[in-house]
């Protein structure tokens, strides 16, 4: 058997199994994984604020 052939076997079968389990495992990660992080990163633009604006700063 040529090594092209073995190879492309190969990459049409236990590869893309993997490349597949590989990104599901990375949207689970992404969806379930460490929420802490990323909802402490998402309120990095409320951590300071003591008052709602006013309607004079709206205006600004």
Do not use: C
Not at 16 to 41: C, E, H, P, W
């Amino acid at each position: 058997m040529e090594t092209y052939t073995l190879l492309r076997q190969f990459a049409d079968s236990w590869m893309m199994l993997f490349i597949f389990a590989f990104f599901i495992g990375v949207v689970i990660y992404v969806i379930f994984g460490n929420r802490q992080k990323y909802r402490d990163t998402a309120d990095v633009i409320f951590r300071h604020d003591d008052k709602p604006l006013s309607d004079e700063d709206k205006d600004r």
